[in-house]
């Protein structure tokens, strides 16, 4: 039901006014339509106001209030990461926090303290050698952990003893035509046939 019918509802109890076929329901009619445009802006902004529901002008606005954008390649990414970011306070320091933080943040990332005070380690699980957009990730990261900590980046990459496991013979490497970059990150199980 729009405000139109809304309106000559509300109206027509009091049996003074011609609803239909009258200037009085034309005028109801005029801003019935205009009550309805404004609804429906009212629920794009009632939307676009949470961040758990918002689709794109409210997740640009919380974005311009935050030092960092995230790193996120979803819309439900993007919403996580910004409730990660707007959720660090002044008790998000513990360790649990923290990876909680860079996990709502879409980051692939994990802090572990090293045993040494001041330290600590981030490490990218799931990636081999340096993950893209890593100077996005790394300036979300050193805003996520505190400022007086002397951060050591991890990176992994295939071993000698992985590659001896995987491959029979170098041939069997040549094959597959790889960079040296490629090759560092080669480190899925794939079955790779030469074909000669």
């Known amino acids: 039901m729009g405000y139109e019918q809304y309106l000559k509802d509300l109206l027509r109890p009091l049996r003074v006014y011609r609803l239909e076929n009258s200037y009085n329901g034309a005028e ?5 339509a205009a009550l309805d445009g404004c609804g429906g802006w009212l629920e794009a902004l009632e939307r676009e106001m949470l961040v758990s529901t918002a ?11 935050l030092a ?5 390649d979803t ?12 959720r660090i306070g002044g008790d998000s320091f513990t360790l649990e926090a923290v990876n909680s933080n860079l996990k709502g943040c879409g980051l692939n990332a994990v802090a572990s303290e090293t045993g040494q005070p001041g330290h600590v380690e981030v490490r990218f699980p799931d990636v081999p050698g ?13 805003d996520i952990l505190p400022c007086h900590l002397n951060i050591l980046y991890v990176y992994w990459y295939i071993t000698w003893e992985l590659m001896e496991k995987r491959f029979q013979t170098w041939e069997e490497v040549e094959c597959m035509a790889l960079t040296w970059e490629e090759l560092e990150k080669l480190v899925k199980e794939e079955e790779t046939y030469c074909a000669g």
Do not use: Y
């Open 75 to 86: 819309l439900q990414r993007r919403r996580e990461a910004l409730a990660a970011l707007l």
């Open 130 to 142: 340096i993950p893209e957009r890593f100077e996005e990730m790394r300036a979300i990261i050193e």
């Open 55 to 65: 689709q794109g002008p409210g997740l640009d606005a919380i974005e311009r209030l």
């Open 28 to 32: 109801l009619a005029a801003e019935g």
């Open 68 to 72: 960092q954008k995230p790193v996120a």
